[in-house]
């Protein structure tokens, strides 16, 4: 399996954290990460949060304000239930439930990829689908970004199931452009579209964080109906297009990829949700 260079993920996250940190606006650091805490709050909440900023402009000393800064970022993390938050923790469920159903129906079919498994990427695979739940919960509702979310992510998972017929399954490159450029294209485009219509950098940043949720699991529907059509059509390994590779290896070494989503999908979501601003010189992340 082709391994992507460490920078490669990391320059457009580099890239994202500026961006998301630039909206935040002027004043030390404590200042701005309450800006930031306050502008991921619900629109219920975000009056606590202002309070809290304006209390902090009270508070005297270096030490002393990161703590306070720090002490409200802890508050804000814990679990407000909401009940407008049931959409999307319903389409994420629904979707984690239909990974777990056919991973047991791909055994049934495939029994030789129990063999085929690294343990550490079954462990990643886990994680990361129970950190989708759990970020579907955290989310608040949000109607333009919870849309485009949602367009993002069913668009990803299409794409993917759809790659053995948009590409070449004997293409000697495999599905890498689908796996690698359709994260990248697909949150760009749907974040911008989000920016575009509520006009904020903010729900452009909302919609790339739905569709991570979201995208991760349909990604791995997606992909791995995909995986079997591909190397069954094109005996090729799905990802790198290696020749020769068992439909069991190739459903194996799927789940080294699902990190994608959320290494290339977000960061460059939220860099489409700025270009779609490009117009004004420094969106707040407020607004």
């Given at each position: 399996?082709?391994?992507?260079?460490?920078?490669?993920?990391?320059?457009?996250?580099?890239?994202?954290?500026?961006?998301?940190?630039?909206?935040?606006?002027?004043?030390?650091?404590?200042?701005?990460?309450?800006?930031?805490?306050?502008?991921?709050?619900?629109?219920?909440?975000?009056?606590?949060?202002?309070?809290?900023?304006?209390?902090?402009?009270?508070?005297?000393?270096?030490?002393?304000?990161?703590?306070?800064?720090?002490?409200?970022?802890?508050?804000?993390?814990?679990?407000?239930?909401?009940?407008?938050?049931?959409?999307?923790?319903?389409?994420?469920?629904?979707?984690?439930?239909g990974c777990?159903?056919?991973?047991?129906?791909?055994?049934?079919?495939?029994?030789?990829?129990?063999?085929?498994?690294?343990?550490?990427?079954?462990?990643?695979?886990?994680?990361?689908?129970?950190?989708?739940?759990?970020?579907?919960?955290?989310?608040?509702?949000?109607?333009?970004?919870?849309?485009?979310?949602?367009?993002?992510?069913?668009?990803?998972?299409?794409?993917?199931?759809?790659?053995?017929?948009?590409?070449?399954?004997?293409?000697?490159?495999?599905?890498?452009?689908?796996?690698?450029?359709?994260?990248?294209?697909?949150?760009?485009?749907?974040?911008?579209?989000?920016?575009?219509?509520?006009?904020?950098?903010?729900?452009?940043?909302r919609a790339?964080?739905?569709?991570?949720?979201?995208?991760?699991?349909?990604?791995?529907?997606?992909?791995?109906?995909?995986?079997?059509?591909?190397?069954?059509?094109?005996?090729?390994?799905?990802?790198?297009?290696?020749?020769?590779?068992?439909?069991?290896?190739?459903?194996?070494?799927?789940?080294?990829?699902?990190?994608?989503?959320?290494?290339?999908?977000?960061?460059?979501?939220?860099?489409?949700?700025?270009l779609a601003?490009?117009?004004?010189?420094?969106?707040?992340?407020?607004?």
């Amino acid at each position: 399996m082709t391994h992507l260079p460490l920078f490669v993920p990391a320059l457009p996250w580099a890239v994202a954290l500026s961006l998301v940190w630039r909206a935040t606006g002027h004043g030390d650091g404590p200042a701005r990460l309450l800006r930031l805490v306050t502008a991921a709050l619900p629109d219920e909440r975000r009056e606590w949060g202002r309070a809290l900023a304006a209390e902090l402009e009270h508070v005297k000393g270096r030490v002393a304000r990161r703590r306070f800064a720090l002490g409200g970022l802890r508050v804000a993390a814990q679990p407000h239930p909401s009940p407008r938050r049931p959409a999307l923790v319903g389409r994420v469920y629904h979707a984690v439930g239909g990974c777990y159903g056919l991973t047991v129906t791909m055994v049934i079919f495939h029994p030789g990829v129990v063999g085929e498994v690294d343990v550490v990427a079954l462990l990643l695979s886990v994680l990361l689908l129970w950190a989708c739940v759990r970020a579907a919960k955290a989310l608040p509702a949000a109607p333009v970004a919870g849309r485009a979310g949602t367009g993002a992510a069913v668009t990803l998972g299409l794409v993917l199931l759809l790659s053995p017929h948009l590409g070449d399954p004997a293409a000697p490159e495999g599905a890498f452009f689908f796996l690698v450029l359709g994260p990248v294209v697909v949150f760009a485009l749907w974040s911008a579209a989000a920016a575009a219509v509520g006009r904020s950098f903010r729900a452009g940043v909302r919609a790339a964080l739905r569709g991570t949720a979201l995208g991760t699991p349909l990604m791995f529907l997606g992909g791995i109906l995909a995986t079997v059509t591909w190397v069954e059509t094109g005996s090729r390994a799905f990802f790198d297009g290696e020749p020769g590779l068992t439909v069991e290896a190739s459903l194996a070494e799927f789940l080294w990829l699902l990190p994608v989503v959320p290494l290339l999908g977000l960061p460059f979501g939220v860099i489409g949700a700025r270009l779609a601003l490009i117009g004004r010189m420094r969106p707040r992340i407020l607004a």
